[in-house]
């Protein structure tokens, strides 16, 4: 299911489609409290009512809430309308590494990549000191703002490391 511009959810006013991923759609979308911009990631239809999916999505905001850094997509809230369920962060105007490469055909110059590779580097730094696995990493999920900021997005089957440096959760199966 798609949602229409002009679609509510909770505060949240759908303003266009952003992209789809394994577990669902991600639209722009108008906080009407804060009267900001974010995007919403709603979990997909088939799954909303699968317990195994939706503790996954809650998952994905509450490892991403650890983490305050430059680097990283900045999470606010899950949420609940009407059966649609829902993450709401923060808006990153720009393009993803695997676009914007695509677009300088085929791949960044060496430059260009160094700086991209360094603040990823230092966003995955940020969610390894506390514990969190992204297991995603792609140039899809990696956004770059105009100023040139990069962004790491996406945790949907992030792990959280435990203290004896192995790993909890367990949220993905074998083959996804």
């Known amino acids: 299911m798609r949602l229409a511009a002009g679609t509510r959810l909770g505060r ?6 952003l992209g789809a991923g394994g577990m669902g759609m991600v639209y722009k979308a108008h906080d009407r409290m804060l009267d900001e911009t974010v995007a919403i990631k709603v979990l997909r239809s088939e799954l909303a009512n699968t317990a195994e999916m939706l503790k996954r999505f809650k998952h994905e905001i509450k490892l991403a809430r650890k983490v305050s850094h430059r680097n990283v997509c900045r999470i606010h809230e899950f949420g ?24 300088k055909g085929g791949c960044l110059d060496q430059e260009e990549a160094f700086d991209v590779a360094i603040q990823t580097a230092d966003g995955l730094q940020a969610i390894h000191d506390v514990g969190i696995i992204h297991r995603d990493l792609k140039t899809s999920n990696i956004m770059r703002d105009p100023t040139g900021r990069v962004r ?12 004896d440096g192995s790993s909890g959760g367990g949220l993905t199966t074998t083959g996804q």
């Open 80 to 103: 609940e309308d009407g059966g649609v369920r829902y993450i709401s962060m923060e808006y990153v105007e720009g393009t993803d590494i695997k676009q914007l490469a695509r677009d």
């Open 152 to 163: 790491l997005m996406d945790f949907g089957i992030a792990k959280i490391e435990r203290g």
């Open 12 to 17: 949240y006013e759908v303003v266009a489609p």
